[in-house]
């Protein structure tokens, strides 16, 4: 596709069960980061991928949360044992080489509701 | 303190206003700044992107950065309905760390 893809685009779930979430990036695109925005924090980096390594986890809130990419393409963010304070809209970006010189394209998102 | 500085807003103008949004920031080393616009239930659109202190012009859009103050502008001119949106300012060190940090944005609505 032309852009950023990810899916599912809305997940509601109860507290306690594990999420996967799920990025496609740009066709080509090396770099691929992860981002949370929720509404008292705004828009905060997750983690970062330079193919399928993450040389940058430091904006993982907990160790409930983890990322995976395989291929250098497909990325899958989980989420074990989601509470409530993890609703959020979970947004991914892809850059060319993540170099930051160059600018990073957002898909948009998924938005996890944790009953 | 937060590294990025927006204000909350919400901002109201009458369309063909010229609309000036910021934000200050408090890391010094931020060496690339961008402006996004992000739609309801949309990801953010990347605007404007520069790198170091001065100005960039595109269309009816301006962005400023002066980094000697560590502060950044958005100015939009003739603003129409179809610029309400939320804007958000973001910037990123050098080189390899190219992870952004965000304003908290700020809700524009351009009224007909």
């Known amino acids: 596709g032309a852009g950023v893809s990810q899916s599912p685009s809305n997940k509601v779930t109860e507290k306690g069960k594990d999420v996967e979430l799920r990025c496609d990036p740009i066709s080509g695109h090396t770099a691929l980061y992860w981002y949370r925005q929720s509404l008292g924090q705004g828009l905060e980096f997750l983690i970062y991928?330079?193919?399928?390594?993450?040389?940058?986890k430091s904006g993982l809130p907990s160790d409930r949360f983890s990322a995976e990419r395989t291929g250098g393409s497909v990325s899958t963010l989980t989420i074990q044992r989601t509470q409530q304070e993890d609703s959020a809209v979970y947004l991914c970006a892809s850059s060319l080489t993540g170099d930051s010189n160059q600018p990073q394209h957002f898909g948009d998102g998924t938005r996890l509701s944790i009953l | 303190q937060k590294e990025v500085e927006q204000d909350p807003g919400p901002l109201s103008v009458p369309e063909g206003a010229i609309v000036s949004l910021n934000c200050t920031y408090s890391?010094?080393?931020?060496?690339?700044f961008m402006w996004y616009r992000q739609y309801s239930r949309k990801g953010p659109e990347l605007l404007m992107y520069t790198y170091s202190s001065g100005n960039k012009e595109d269309g009816r859009f301006t962005a400023q950065v002066d980094k000697s103050s560590k502060y950044i502008s958005l100015f939009i001119r003739d603003s129409q309905p179809s610029d309400s949106a939320t804007y958000l300012c973001?910037?990123?060190?050098?080189?390899?760390?190219?992870?952004?940090?965000f304003g908290k944005g700020i809700t524009l609505s351009v009224r007909p």
């Open positions: 973001a910037m990123s060190l050098t080189g390899a760390n190219s992870k952004l940090t």
């Open positions: 991928f330079q193919g399928n390594s993450a040389p940058d």
């Open positions: 890391n010094s080393a931020f060496q690339y």
